[in-house]
Structures are given as structure tokens and as C-alpha cells.
């Protein structure tokens, strides 16, 4: 069982940042896949980011891209997001999500993820 814990979210202005962390249990995170998901008041949840086992591959939604960057540490078994020029439409409850992998593989469906942490709150004020 993987047990997953964000941190890091909070109240920041439009146009500033914030550095989600994702902490993993699992002594064996080199063979997950990692995600970053959220989910805004009234809408469903959206599919953020992803980073394969090994952290060389990587994707993001259009909306975050250039924006957004994920990452993974994975000796400290660690997975980040780092969020600048955050706009008010990025205001969610963000969650990172866990999967065993092939090499490579990048998950981009939340529905194929095994594993999720309790969610950090993001608020961007206008």
C-alpha cells in the first residue's frame, strides 16, 4: 500500500508561485509513475500533470503548460510541482496520484491510478 502526502498549497496572489510537494511511502517509487490532478469547486476532476517512473518523460495540460513544471526526487522518494505566474481559474484542491509502471510510461488518466494523497488546497486571489 502507497501511502501519498501532499503539502505546500496555500493562499498566493495571481501572478505568483507556489511548490506543491508529494511525499511516498513506498520503498519502491522508482517503479511508479507519479500525476499531479485537481479538482475546482463544481467541476470535475482535471488532469494536470505526469512523470514517468524514471522523471524522463513528461506532460502536461495545455492550460498549465509552460507554467507548471513536475518533477521527482526519486532517492528521497519525493514528486513536486512547481506552479508560477498562478492565475485565479488554477484555485483547486490539487492531488498527487501513484502507479506502477513500465519504464517510461507516462499515466495521464486518473482512472488508472492505484494510489492518491489527501489533497492540498491552492487559492490564487485576483
Known amino acids: 500500500q502507497v501511502q501519498l502526502v501532499e503539502s505546500g498549497g496555500g493562499l498566493v496572489q495571481a501572478g505568483g508561485s507556489l511548490r506543491l510537494s508529494c511525499a511516498a511511502s513506498?520503498?519502491?517509487?522508482?517503479?511508479?509513475?507519479m500525476g499531479w490532478f485537481r479538482r475546482a469547486p463544481g467541476k470535475e476532476r482535471e488532469f494536470v500533470a505526469a512523470i514517468s517512473r524514471g522523471g524522463g518523460r513528461t506532460y502536461y495540460a495545455d492550460s498549465v503548460k509552460g507554467r507548471f513544471t513536475i518533477s521527482r526526487d526519486i532517492v528521497k522518494k519525493w514528486a513536486y510541482l512547481q506552479m508560477n505566474s498562478l492565475k485565479p481559474e488554477d484555485t483547486a484542491v490539487y492531488y498527487c496520484?501513484?502507479?506502477?509502471?513500465?519504464?517510461?510510461?507516462?499515466?495521464?488518466?486518473?482512472?488508472?491510478?492505484?494510489?492518491w494523497g489527501q489533497g492540498t488546497q491552492v487559492t490564487v486571489s485576483s
Open positions: 513506498e520503498r519502491t517509487f522508482n517503479t511508479y509513475a
Open positions: 496520484a501513484a502507479v506502477q509502471t513500465p519504464p517510461g510510461k507516462l499515466v495521464i488518466n486518473g482512472n488508472e491510478y492505484d494510489y
